[in-house]
């Protein structure tokens, strides 16, 4: 997701990233400073789509990070995001 990006529960969104470092990586969903939950395990393509979980709370402070378990400091964040009920 982009900086600023409304993304409405139960609808599907494109996640991707630059690979730094070669093998699997795992993406995790943070609201503000808190761990909401990993969205993916051992994912091996720079891009796959998400469907947002209709059970997330309304927020404007989410954000995914992207990292590789092997080496945890190869990390990258999305731009924070904001995450609305579809109705």
Known sequence: ???G???KTSKSYQVNWKKSVEGPVHVELYRGTDFIRTIRFDE???RFYWKVPK???PSKDYFLRVFYPE???ESATS???RVK???
């Open 85 to 87: 009920h579809r109705y």
């Open 44 to 46: 091996t393509q720079p």
């Open 71 to 73: 080496q945890p400091l």
């Open 1 to 3: 997701p982009q900086a």
């Open 5 to 7: 990006q409304v993304l």
């Open 55 to 57: 059970t997330l709370k």
């Open 79 to 81: 731009g924070v995001f």
